[in-house]
Nanobody, 128 residues
Framework: QVQLVESGGGLVQAGDSLRLSCVSS??????MGWFRQAPGKEREFVAA????????RYADSVKGRFTISRDNAKNTVYLQMNSLKPEDTAVYSC???????????????????????WGQGTQVTVSS
């Protein structure tokens, strides 16, 4: 069982920045993703990164403001969030998808259903 633990959330003002971290008990064989869920809404894709770190994908709503990265030596995936907006308020969770093939080193995933493990999430609140 893989355990994921997010941290770095908090209460900030619009325009501020936050960096979320997600530490995984198993990491190098997993593609990683960040998702978020606002009150009363479905969980939605935010950003994803391939197992190698060489491929990333972003939701249109965060493109240019958020950056996903990973440090395989620290078993950690990050989400740098800049120019935060009130509509970014949500619980942010990281997911891990086990690599099924040695050839998917550069693949990242935007669909929630393909992830194998999830963290508990960290709250991000952006005030106007």
């Amino acid at each position: 069982q893989v355990q994921l633990v997010e941290s770095g959330g908090g209460l900030v003002q619009a325009g501020d920045s936050l960096r979320l971290s997600c530490v995984s008990s198993a990491f190098s064989s997993y593609a990683m993703g960040w998702f978020r869920q606002a009150p009363g809404k479905e969980r939605e894709f935010v950003a994803a990164i391939s197992r190698s770190g060489g491929t990333t994908r972003y939701a249109d709503s965060v493109k240019g403001r958020f950056t996903i990265s990973r440090d395989n030596a620290k078993n950690t995936v990050y989400l740098q969030m800049n120019s935060l907006k009130p509509e970014d308020t949500a619980v942010y969770s990281c997911g891990a998808r086990y690599s099924r093939s040695p050839f998917d080193n550069t693949v990242c995933y935007t669909g929630e259903s393909v992830y194998d493990y999830w963290g508990q999430g960290t709250q991000v609140t952006v005030s106007s």
